[in-house]
């Protein structure tokens, strides 16, 4: 990406709390990885207030890393590409179907952007998604490829292969909750550039039958806790699989955005 040179890694990694190693191998990628899930919110503001956020680079550093905001996938893939490129590592950008609940792939569109990464001397490439809101996204990228199962950060995935009408292989990355394997979203390897992004977002961000411009919807990640705020409702979900939920008032939202999600309006 050409405004890759416009990044300014020492912030990024900063905000992030980052301050191992800046190598473009496995490991460096792992930890950026899961400091960046960890640090900036999953959150969709902007659209459920009636405007698309802004991809461009600059916004988006004014945002997530210089404002501590959040944002959903587009902002937070794009500025994790950014990023991974700064590094050294090679990045491709993917559209995933999420199937979350879906009876089938082909009916959810493509609307989630995902990454396929490559590192210098290694032949395994990896799924990487800093972005995707739901307690079964990925913390850390786990390899592309099917036949095991992944420990990402005492998450559980794995990837399997689904038939389709396509040319291209479909790919399914699914979750463990405790019960069984949940399908999360589905995608091919063709890539996806920039345009396709401003296009998605712009539908995604601003359709009144978007679920993100419908409800509020904020969750933040730790290594103890994943915390969501879904329209009223706090839902906090602890490491051992407990749920705890509650209704929470209008007035005490702005509140509860700082002090759960460190994000300050």
Same mark, same amino acid.
């Given at each position: 990406?050409? #405004? ?5 890694? &020492? *912030?990024?990694? +900063?905000? %992030? $709390?980052?301050?191992? /190693? ?99 001397? #290694? ?5 990487? &998604? *800093?972005?995707? +809101?739901? %307690? $079964?996204?990925?913390? /850390? ?43 999360q979203y589905a995608f091919t390897l063709d890539p996806f550039e920039k345009p396709d992004y ?50 929470? *008032? ?8 700082? /002090? ?6």
């Amino acid at each position: 990406m050409s #405004d890759t040179l416009e990044f300014d890694l &020492d *912030v990024y990694l +900063g905000r %992030i $709390g980052w301050a191992g /190693e800046r190598r473009a191998d496995r490991g460096t990628l792992r930890g950026v990885h899961l400091a960046h899930s960890c640090a900036i919110p999953f959150e969709n503001l902007d659209p459920v207030s009636g405007r698309a956020p802004s991809l461009d680079l600059g916004d988006l550093m004014a945002k997530l890393v210089h404002g501590r905001r959040g944002g959903y996938c587009y902002e937070h893939n794009t500025l994790f590409r950014h990023a991974l490129e700064a590094l050294g590592f090679r990045v491709t950008g993917l559209a995933a179907r999420v199937v979350l609940g879906a009876d089938r792939p082909e009916s959810r569109p493509r609307t989630h952007m995902t990454l396929l990464v490559h590192a210098p001397g #290694d032949q395994q490439p990896y799924l990487a &998604d *800093v972005g995707f +809101g739901a %307690i $079964g996204a990925l913390l /850390e990228p786990v390899p592309l490829k099917t036949g095991g199962e992944f420990h990402d950060a005492g998450r559980r995935h794995r990837l399997v292969h689904a038939p389709h009408h396509g040319p291209l292989e479909l790919w399914v990355l699914e979750a463990h909750d405790g019960k069984g394997w949940e399908q999360q979203y589905a995608f091919t390897l063709d890539p996806f550039e920039k345009p396709d992004y401003e296009v998605f977002n712009w539908h995604v961000g601003t359709n009144p039958r978007s679920p993100f411009t419908q409800s509020r919807y904020v969750q933040r990640v730790t290594a103890e806790r994943h915390v969501l705020l879904h329209g009223n409702v706090l839902t906090e979900t602890l490491a051992d699989g407990t749920v705890s939920a509650r209704e929470v *008032v209008d007035e005490d939202i702005e509140r509860l955005l700082k /002090e759960e999600f460190g994000i300050e309006l």
